[in-house]
């Protein structure tokens, strides 16, 4: 299986950056697509951004130009960088892998997702 452990979540000031970290472990080998979710208090969680095995990347609408996701696979890492921050992005951030395998034609799929990290957009 593959864990996931988001990290470098805090509080910010509105216009300020953050950098999230997703460090996976496990069966990385068999990971596919990865990327970031969030869920603010009394709302849906909902897709930040996504990256493929191919680094192709995709963005919600409300973050588009401000976050950027990366990975790095050497070190089984996901990126997401935060930049100009609003209080409307204060939500507790989840990691996501999606993950196949399989004796041949890796036949098998399974979604993970971390524990999630705190970020507070606030003056």
């Known amino acids: 299986q593959v864990q996931l452990v988001e990290s470098g979540g805090g509080l910010v000031q509105p216009g300020g950056s953050l950098r999230l970290s997703c460090a996976a472990s496990g069966r990385t080998r068999s990971i596919n697509t990865m990327g970031w979710y969030r869920q603010a208090p009394g709302k849906e969680r909902e897709l930040v951004a996504v990256i493929t095995s191919d680094f192709s990347t995709n963005y919600a609408d409300s973050v588009k130009g401000r976050f950027t996701i990366s990975r790095d696979n050497a070190k089984n890492t996901l990126y997401l960088e935060m930049n100009n921050l609003k209080p409307e992005d204060t939500a507790v951030y989840y990691c996501?892998?999606?993950?196949?395998?399989?004796?041949?034609?890796?036949?098998?799929?399974?979604?993970?997702w971390g524990q999630g990290t705190q970020v507070t957009v606030s003056s």
């Open positions: 996501y892998a999606e993950a196949s395998w399989g004796p041949v034609e890796r036949q098998y799929v399974s979604h993970y």
